[in-house]
T-cell receptor, first 113, second 112 residues
Framework: DVKVTQSSRYLVKRTGEKVFLECVQD?????MFWYRQDPGLGLRLIYF???????EKGDIPEGYSVSREKKERFSLILESASTNQTSMYLC????????????FGSGTRLTVV | GQQLNQSPQSMFIQEGEDVSMNCTSS?????WLWYKQDPGEGPVLLIA?????ELTSNGRLTAQFGITRKDSFLNISASIPSDVGIYFC????????????FGSGTQLTVLP
């Protein structure tokens, strides 16, 4: 069963901590994406990558960075976590075109206290 | 960026009722997709549409690719409690074949 795996379902971190959210896909997909989801705001794109070592800013990149050292792994980094980054984070992957849709992970619910 | 207008934002229905939701855009889309997100999970693809006018079913779900290429509809017949969740539309425009544009979601609650 093909899948996108996010390393943690729930995380609680303190303000100012550096936080790593890991995502691994086993479908050999070229494209990978990080979204955050907040009530009433839908899915907002943080960063995406179309290839290894490549990254592009999405709509809300401030306060985040990413790393893609291997094709199957895309990490989201919160350099200094803040309470307004409390959210549900979703990782997704896809083939080079999005026509067949994205496969999403189960999400990581991050709480920053 | 581009926007997809999805409505309604939320729905409360009785078990057994039919449900309709839709997505509209000001620009033309080449692909329409519908996702469902169960509580606490990631979205899962339900239906994909690739041609204007296309009507596709998946069990009790039916989706249509609008003739104008600027809208899509999802219908759920005879709703059951496990239909609860958030339904998202998504599309691929001619300007960006790599990325999906998502609607804001429809929160569906099914009352027993």
């Amino acid at each position: 069963d093909v899948k996108v795996t996010q390393s943690s379902r729930y995380l609680v971190k303190r303000t100012g901590e550096k936080v790593f959210l890991e995502c691994v896909q086993d479908m050999d997909h070229e494209n990978m994406f990080w979204y955050r989801q907040d009530p009433g705001l839908g899915l907002r794109l943080i960063y995406f990558s179309y290839d290894v070592k490549m990254k592009e800013k999405g709509d809300i990149p401030e306060g985040y960075s990413v790393s893609r050292e291997k094709k199957e792994r895309f990490s989201l980094i919160l350099e200094s976590a803040s309470t307004n980054q409390t959210s549900m984070y979703l990782c997704a992957s896809s083939l080079p075109t999005g026509h067949y849709g994205y496969t999403f992970g189960s999400g990581t619910r991050l709480t920053v206290v | 960026g581009q926007q997809l207008n999805q409505s309604p934002q939320s729905m409360f229905i009785q078990e057994g009722e039919d449900v309709s939701m839709n997505c509209t855009s000001s620009s033309i889309f080449n692909t329409w997709l519908w996702y469902k997100q169960d509580p606490g999970e990631g979205p899962v693809l339900l239906i994909a549409l690739y041609k204007a006018g296309e009507l596709t079913s998946n069990g009790r779900l039916t989706a249509q690719f609008g003739i104008t290429r600027k809208d899509s509809f999802l219908n759920i017949s005879a709703s059951i409690p496990s239909d609860v969740g958030i339904y998202f539309c998504a599309g691929i425009s001619s300007g960006s074949a790599r990325q999906l544009t998502f609607g804001s979601g429809t929160q569906l609650t099914v009352l027993p």
